[in-house]
């Protein structure tokens, strides 16, 4: 197996009874190795550059990993986007105060009695309302999160670079 290195560093191997007088001959009957550059293993006396496939699996990975985790901050962050951040910090609490009061009107409600107040709503059709919306984010989220973690799981389990760069969020 014989390497080439272009000008703007990427190797290419071929087999030894490649034949060629050009550079553009070469290129037209070598692969590119899908290796970033922390793969290579230069052979400075032979004059060949190879792929260490471990590395080469091992940063397919992690690139992998940081496009699928994109994609989920992505897919949720669209859902996020339509609330302020000052109010999304506010619904851990918003669901407790909603869950408690419907269980028990009884219950002390600091924050859903003011939510209450500056929409003119009911406290109970509030309470409601924020339940309905914090379930539906608990799905989405929680689809997301094991479409990650499904994702996640052949990332690891795929055993060639090829394989690894086949697995999307799509």
């Known amino acids: 197996m014989k390497s080439y ?3 703007n560093l990427e190797i290419y191997s071929y087999e030894d009874n490649v034949e060629v007088d050009t550079e553009e001959e070469l290129l037209k009957k070598v692969e590119l190795p899908l290796a970033p550059i922390e793969a290579w293993i230069i052979d400075y006396e032979a004059g060949e550059v190879r792929v260490d496939e471990q590395k080469a699996l091992s940063q397919a990975r992690n690139s ?6 994109a994609a989920y901050e992505a897919e949720l962050a669209s859902i996020r986007s339509e609330y302020p951040e000052s109010e999304q910090m506010t619904w851990d609490k918003q669901e407790r105060e909603a869950r408690a009061f419907l269980a ?4 002390a409600t600091p924050l859903l009695d003011a939510m209450a107040t500056g929409r003119g709503m009911d406290k109970t059709e509030l309470a409601t309302r924020i339940i309905a919306k914090a379930d539906a984010w608990m799905q989405a989220s929680g689809l997301a999160t094991g479409k990650r973690q499904a994702l996640e799981d052949q990332v690891k389990a795929a055993e060639t670079v090829e394989a690894v760069e ?3 969020w799509e």
């Open 5 to 7: 290195i272009s000008p």
């Open 64 to 69: 992998a990993m940081r496009r699928i985790n």
């Open 104 to 107: 028990d009107s009884g219950t």
């Open 166 to 168: 086949s697995i999307g």
